[in-house]
């Protein structure tokens, strides 16, 4: 990916995930000219997390409906249960079908269909978390062109999640959740 903002972003996390996203979002201005597709596991019940971020974060935060149009300056959770994937006409898909790595949603689903639809102007952010889910999606958004940033295993609640994608993932960079915020802070000043 060039210098440019990336036309989309996307972001996966499971155990720690709240603590890590609170010390990105809510940095982002209510002007944040890039959408952020966020996936994190959670049980199939209402998980709050929608909530949660929108009373924390100057960007809109909702949680999608399906063929939703994907527009900058909001950050999409996905729903608990649904798959959250992005189609190329720049809209939103949810499925139900079949967990990965025993996630639904998954982290892999999303990255992968984000990779097909932005191809080199996706930016992948892989946080804490206790699989090794969004490791192979964040390799193909690095094939695609995109790039991907993920959190330091070293400093991260749990260290699975990160280090797989790192594994798996050349030229991806490992930075401190400060760190990740700045560089989504400079994509916006872009």
């Known amino acids: ?3 440019a ?3 989309a972003i996307v972001i996966g996390a499971s155990a720690g995930a709240v603590q890590a996203l609170s010390d990105i979002l809510p940095r982002l201005p209510a002007d944040y000219p ?3 597709l966020v996936v994190v596991h959670v049980p199939a019940a209402p998980s709050g ?4 971020f929108a009373a924390k974060c100057a960007v809109a935060v909702v949680e999608p409906d399906d063929k939703e149009r994907i527009a900058p300056g909001t950050v999409y959770f996905a729903p608990p249960a649904y798959h959250l994937m992005v189609e190329r006409e720049g809209t939103i898909a949810l ?3 079949e967990p990965v790595l025993f996630s639904r ?3 892999d689903v999303l990255f992968e269909s984000a990779a097909e639809s932005f191809g080199p102007e996706l930016l992948a952010v892989v946080l804490t978390g206790a699989n090794e889910d969004g490791a192979r999606g964040a390799a193909l958004i690095e094939q695609a062109g995109g790039s991907v940033l993920v959190e330091d295993p070293a400093s991260a609640y749990a260290a699975t999640m990160p280090a797989a ?5 050349a ?3 490992a930075l401190s959740l400060d760190s990740i915020a700045d560089h989504l802070l400079g994509l916006g000043a872009a």
């Open 1 to 3: 990916m060039t210098g």
């Open 5 to 7: 903002a990336p036309r």
């Open 34 to 36: 890039v959408p952020i």
């Open 49 to 52: 997390l929608t909530r949660l």
């Open 95 to 97: 499925s139900t079908d």
């Open 105 to 107: 949603p998954s982290i």
């Open 165 to 169: 994608a790192l594994a798996r993932c």
């Open 171 to 173: 030229d991806a960079r």
